[in-house]
């Protein structure tokens, strides 16, 4: 069964790069027509999700792409937000969707991102990364239960708010330790990637989020372009070194941009087998993973981007060229039309 949901993620700019910079420093209207439309027309996408932190470049993007064509998925996201910082966020953020639904009703509000750990007062920790590695150690797996009660408490208040604002359809985009009370939300949204601890029970436990009676969607899934990228899914990025004054690799890794496309091509075929109703492959392009011919250098083989980001000149900041991932999804897509 084909997906009636083709899609990918698009950022826009979101503020968890160190001190808070976006990882989107350069925006520019030109520059967003021009990937959007590859997105619509050469990417034979027909959706898309739309992510950042700054609210106005959402709106942006937004619009160019409901004039493209294509379905919106919307979602703010304030990292190492506080609850009340984070619910105003994305009050703001309702506001949008809502005035974008006089130009298209295929908006559709994502209320946030794994917000367990990119949000705090759920798991302790002062950052996310001290969030993150403190779910990564089995010594804290017994507190899991307690952590998923404090995070539907708080998506309880998520979906209030976001449905006093906005009346089109709500989802959330799950993490592969959340059990999110699905009852409050109209779609089954899932970061769901695969590695190697689950690999082998990978689509018998996608099945089983059938039982909901919701479409399912699987708002984020993607890997590296480097051999062995495939069995670390989510972490691939974690290869890179950002601790000296110019990040670099911290070993010797092989660039193949057929792990990428491989590990996509397989999943998007998963999704389609069990019935999926959509997915958006993470993610479009990461200007701030740039390629480079010195294998220490190329950050975008540890990014998760299918376009890889090149030196620009005194008209653009940046150039972007299609890698294997980005002609195998397009390929899948055109099918499925």
């Not at 804290?140 to 307690?146: I, L, R």
């Not at 890794?253 to 792990?259: A, G, H, P």
């Not at 250098?297 to 060229?321: C, F, N, S």
Request: charged residues 25%; contains cysteine; aromatic residues 10%.
């Amino acid at each position: 069964m084909s997906l009636a949901r083709r899609g990918v993620n698009y950022d826009t700019g979101t503020n968890y790069l160190a001190g808070g910079g976006l990882s989107r420093p350069v925006w520019r209207h030109d520059l967003v027509v021009e990937e959007i439309q590859a997105i619509r027309h050469h990417l034979r996408c027909n959706a898309i999700a739309i992510f950042g932190t700054r609210i106005d470049r959402i709106e942006q993007a937004a619009q160019i792409a409901l004039e493209h064509g294509l379905e919106v998925w919307l979602q703010p996201r304030l990292v190492d937000g506080d609850q009340p910082r984070t619910l105003e966020h994305l009050a703001h953020a309702a506001d949008v969707a809502e005035t974008l639904r006089d130009l298209s009703s295929r908006v559709v509000l994502n209320v946030g991102c794994e917000l367990s750990i990119f949000s705090t007062g759920i798991v302790p920790g002062a950052s996310h990364l001290e969030r993150a590695t403190r779910l990564a150690s089995p010594r804290f797996w017994p507190m899991v239960p307690w952590y998923n009660r404090r995070l539907n408490s708080f998506l309880t208040e998520a979906a209030a708010v976001a449905r006093s604002r906005f009346t089109g359809q709500l989802t959330y985009s799950a993490g592969l330790w959340e059990r999110v009370d699905w009852k409050q939300f109209d779609i089954v949204g899932l970061d769901y990637y695969r590695l190697r601890y689950n690999r082998a029970r990978y689509a018998s436990t996608l099945r089983k989020f059938h039982r909901h009676g919701k479409p399912v969607v699987i708002t984020e899934f993607g890997s590296g372009s480097y051999r062995g990228a495939a069995h670390k899914g989510p972490t691939s990025h974690d290869i890179i070194d950002t601790s000296s004054p110019t990040p670099q690799l911290t070993g010797t890794y092989v660039r193949d941009e057929r792990v990428q496309a491989g590990q996509l091509d397989e999943l998007l075929g998963i999704y389609e087998a069990e019935n999926v109703d959509g997915a958006f492959v993470f993610e479009f392009i990461e200007p701030y993973n740039p390629h480079a011919s010195d294998p220490r250098h190329d950050l975008d083989m540890a990014g998760y981007g299918i376009v890889k980001v090149l030196p620009g000149d005194a008209q653009h900041p940046y150039r972007w060229e299609p890698k294997a991932a980005f002609h195998t999804i397009a390929a899948r897509y055109a099918r499925d039309r």
